[in-house]
């Protein structure tokens, strides 16, 4: 998530992209509430539901660009990735509380918390918010779903079970076809930031390394996703609190606007979103729950051009597709004969 861009567990399927929210494995086992439904009634009620869920999960992600674009309006960037993640702990930590969970106690797992948090939250979170100072909000969402690509070339050298095809491959390449066609190479990047849009990327690459960290070191903890993601959280908001004082002076004032938008890219963003990302995977399984990363550059192109007025030009969208077709290449399976 992140963006999704979350703070997450172990993935077992670390495709699932968005604005600075790492993804969450299904669950080994699950238990239903009984419902005063007939058998005939729940599975289409549970299908609209997960659908409903779906759609404000892909809104809340798309729209979290704009809201970092805003968000830097009135704040700092490192500013507005402190209240990113600290408001986004707290909505975590309030559910943590309501459920009766508790924190995790091992040094271990704390270290390597730390290490992903800095990866997965602090690190991408702030290179989205300072390249944002000069890229539109548009192309920042469409460097952000990159991340299949990275993570797929990252993960062939990285984990010795995932084997490189020669569909993965084909989808690398055409996915970096699309980011030279978002760009303008033909044109030499003129007009395009070349610092903010790398540092986008370098965003977007920042996610596949913290989950393959997180995969070689706490796949096995026992602790729940929602405990784990707090403590991540957590540990993002003491990180970043350091950095910000020592860099950035405190704010002289707290513009609205810029403040509901840091408050919404925190709250719903960050903290919702992994709770309705989380509830996807387990009901519907990480296969459907990802493709809500091929609606987050939709939503985000559409919403940077209506609310922001960002001038879009015909590469654009047509580069997004090119990216977008390359992820998918990149995380589709072979059709096994029957």
């Given amino acids: 998530m992140s963006t999704t861009?979350?703070?997450?567990?172990p993935p077992t399927s670390p495709d699932i992209s968005a604005p600075g929210l790492a993804p969450s494995p299904a669950p080994t086992s699950t238990t239903s509430t009984p419902a005063v439904t007939t058998p005939q009634d729940r599975p289409a009620r549970r299908t609209v539901a997960w659908r409903v869920r779906f759609a404000v999960l892909c809104l809340v992600w798309g729209f979290s660009f704009l809201f970092i674009k805003v968000g830097t309006e009135g704040f700092a960037p490192l500013q507005v990735t402190l209240g990113r993640v600290a408001f986004g702990a707290?909505?975590?930590?309030?559910?943590?509380?309501?459920?009766?969970?508790?924190?995790?106690?091992?040094?271990?797992?704390?270290?390597?918390?730390?290490?992903?948090?800095?990866?997965?939250?602090a690190l991408p979170f702030s290179?989205?918010?300072?390249?944002?100072?000069?890229?539109?909000?548009?192309?920042?969402?469409?460097?952000?779903?990159?991340?299949?690509?990275?993570?797929m070339a990252l993960s062939v050298v990285a984990l010795s079970e995932d084997r490189p095809t020669r569909r993965r491959v084909a989808g690398l390449g055409i996915g970096f076809l699309g980011v030279l066609t978002v760009l303008g190479a033909w044109q030499g990047f003129s007009g395009t930031d070349?610092?903010?849009?790398?540092?986008?990327l370098g965003a977007s690459l920042s996610y596949p390394v913290g989950w393959i960290y997180v995969r070689r070191t706490l796949a096995r903890d026992?602790?729940?996703?929602?405990?784990?993601?707090?403590?991540?959280?957590?540990?993002?908001?003491?990180?970043?609190?350091?950095v910000t004082a020592l860099f950035t002076p405190l704010p002289t004032s707290f513009p609205l606007v810029?403040?509901?938008?840091?408050?919404?890219?925190?709250?719903?963003g960050t903290g919702?979103?992994?709770?309705?990302?989380?509830?996807?995977?387990?009901?519907?399984?990480?296969?459907?729950?990802?493709?809500?990363?091929?609606?987050?550059?939709?939503?985000?192109?559409?919403?940077?051009?209506?609310?922001?007025?960002?001038?879009?030009?015909?590469?654009t969208p047509l580069g997004a597709l090119i990216v977008l077709a390359g992820a998918a290449l990149t995380q589709s399976k072979p059709r096994t004969a029957r």
Avoid at 194 to 200: I, R, V
Avoid at 258 to 268: I, N, S
Avoid at 285 to 303: K, L, R
């Fill in 5 to 9: 861009d979350a703070p997450a567990a």
């Fill in 90 to 121: 707290l909505v975590l930590l309030v559910f943590l509380a309501i459920k009766r969970e508790r924190l995790p106690r091992s040094a271990r797992t704390w270290g390597h918390l730390a290490v992903a948090a800095f990866l997965l939250n």
């Fill in 127 to 151: 290179l989205f918010a300072y390249s944002e100072l000069t890229i539109p909000s548009t192309l920042a969402s469409i460097c952000n779903a990159t991340s299949p690509l990275w993570g």
């Fill in 194 to 200: 070349l610092t903010g849009t790398a540092m986008a």
């Fill in 222 to 242: 026992q602790h729940s996703h929602l405990a784990m993601s707090s403590a991540q959280l957590l540990l993002a908001t003491a990180q970043l609190a350091l």
């Fill in 258 to 268: 810029p403040l509901l938008a840091v408050f919404a890219l925190g709250a719903l």
């Fill in 272 to 315: 919702v979103a992994f709770l309705l990302q989380y509830g996807l995977v387990a009901e519907v399984g990480p296969t459907t729950a990802q493709m809500v990363t091929y609606f987050i550059p939709v939503i985000a192109t559409a919403s940077g051009v209506a609310l922001l007025n960002e001038h879009l030009t015909w590469n």
